[in-house]
């Protein structure tokens, strides 16, 4: 099992948790996947994001909806009011299309690119159609086609959907990055974690709705010891990845977090999941420095 994502704001396996469900009459009282901190005169929330829903899987859990009513401003792992989607795809295509002559073939090794091309049969995904891609955009590549085939989708995820209420409301979106940031982060793995993610993407997408089930009820009941068990503990597994997508980032993020209590807005800031469990996870760094970080629970019936 594993974590899932898309390509932006969020990054493939890096933190985040795909789905969640539809929400039912009776389902209160149950602890969510957000945290609350106090600062000096204001809140700080802290919310697990899920980056890619499909429509009936709305509404979101009532507690996030009151976060953000109390918050005046809302920051995520990039502003999604400033995104330049032509920009993007140039960032994509500089550097995730390989264009020195190589294939994806020839980084795979024929080893490999044999696993890979077999996964990919049985996914019916034509893997000649990858052929110019680094691993790491054919892994975002395959991700993106496999939840699309599902039904999910972006715009009815939390980021999107977040990002449009704070448009009409005029309320300020801000970003803890910038595109290139995040994707130079995935550019920079090493061949061989950039191999094995690849690898990883097409096996288990052969079983990806076999997991689903059990992580919307995870991340819906904010049930961080699953989440732990399984999410954290599988990107352990794979330690370039952990320290850069997780580890290094909630670092950065926790010092502007720690920022944030000395101002005097409310803020509901959202970044993916697996940034919010763990020794790691934000809210343990946060716990480290003294700033006390209380999870939040859905209100009751």
């Known amino acids: 099992m594993t974590a899932r994502g898309t390509l932006i704001p969020s990054l493939l396996f890096a933190c985040l948790i795909v789905i969640a469900g539809q ?3 009776e389902d209160a009282g149950h602890p969510v996947s957000m945290w609350q901190i106090e600062g000096n005169s204001n809140r700080i929330y802290l919310l697990g994001s899920v980056h890619v829903l499909r429509e009936q899987d709305h509404p979101i ?9 109390d918050a ?3 920051i995520m792992e990039v502003d999604m009011d400033d995104i330049d989607h032509i920009e993007m795809a140039a960032l994509v295509s500089e550097m995730g299309v390989i264009s020195d002559g190589g294939s994806l073939q020839e980084y795979m090794g024929q080893e490999l690119y044999a696993e890979a091309r077999e996964y990919a049969s049985q996914l019916d995904i034509p893997i000649a159609m990858l052929g ?11 991700e993106q086609m496999i939840l699309f085939r599902l039904g999910f989708d972006p715009q009815y995820g939390i980021e999107v959907h977040l990002s449009a209420k704070a448009i009409e409301d005029e309320k300020e ?10 994707l130079e982060s995935l550019d920079g793995l090493s061949p061989p974690t950039q191999r094995l993610l690849l690898i990883q993407t097409l096996k ?22 699953f989440l732990e068990e399984t999410l954290l503990a599988e990107m352990q597994e794979f330690p ?3 320290q850069t997508l997780v580890v290094d980032r909630n670092q950065v993020w926790v010092e502007k977090i ?4 000395t101002k005097e807005d409310d803020y509901l800031v959202v970044v993916g999941a697996l940034h919010l469990i763990g020794e790691d996870g934000v809210p343990a760094l946060l716990s480290a420095a003294g700033i006390n970080a209380y999870q939040l629970r859905e209100p009751g019936s």
């Open 173 to 182: 979106i801000l970003g803890f990055e910038t595109v290139r940031e995040q």
């Open 240 to 242: 370039e990845l952990y």
């Open 204 to 225: 288990e997408s052969l079983n990806i709705e076999e997991d689903l089930d059990l992580l919307i009820s995870a991340w819906r009941h904010g049930d961080i010891g």
């Open 132 to 142: 110019q891609t680094e691993p790491w955009l054919a892994a975002i590549t395959v």
């Open 258 to 261: 720690i920022n944030l209590t």
């Open 23 to 25: 929400a039912a009459p």
């Open 61 to 69: 859990p009532t507690a996030i909806e009151e976060a953000y009513k």
């Open 72 to 74: 005046e401003i809302l």
